[in-house]
């Protein structure tokens, strides 16, 4: 909901390092690959109860996430530049919930299970409405200019990175605000689904 309103802000300074980073020679998937690895990185201290770390290094990670297309648009854009960054993405979206998961088993597990399943059925409502995008030619820059479709919904990755953010702040409430996002991350599904039904039929 926030991600078109966000890049408005984000993306000059973001293009400008992004050119800086090109003239150095780093490629985008050179950057899309450094931010998996922060994120991980950031997934196996939580896992260990080192929040505040763990929230610098995510944050490090996400940064590196926008400075990827920003390099790109610098150089080349590739389709198999913006795959790698979504299955990236995705990688790091399951990894922090399952991260929790395994630093508290007995509090953490099922709210941990009910998350990663909304996650899953969001993006693949996500994934499937960009296939059919992709197949009737639609374009969409709202989230800035993607390899794949982006449509809009209640809850898009700045939501998300907020989420994560609390998450590393207010470790001990990971149950009851895993519970409420993955609620709105289903609310978020059925609204996109219902908006494929009406685009798509």
Known sequence: MLDAAVRKLIDPPLNAAGRALAR??????????????????????????????????LLLSRLADGLDGAVARATVRTDFGGYLDIASDFLFYGAV????ALYAPDRNALAASFLLTSFYVNGTSFL????????????????GHKS?????????????????????????LFAP???AFGTLCFATAVLRIHAARRIFS
Request: charged share 10%; with cysteine; aromatic share 10%.
């Open 148 to 172: 794949l479709y982006f449509s809009n919904g209640l809850l898009e990755g700045t939501e998300t990175i907020g989420f994560f953010v609390i998450l590393c702040l207010l470790p001990d």
């Open 177 to 179: 605000l895993a519970y």
């Open 24 to 57: 150095v020679g780093l490629t985008a998937n050179a950057v899309t690959m450094t931010g998996l690895g922060l994120g991980l990185a950031s997934a196996a201290l939580i896992a260990q109860g080192a929040f505040l770390a763990a929230l610098g290094i």
């Open 128 to 143: 499937g409405y960009a296939i059919l995008a992709e197949k009737r030619r639609m374009e969409t820059a709202r989230q």
């Open 97 to 100: 919930p399952f991260a929790f």
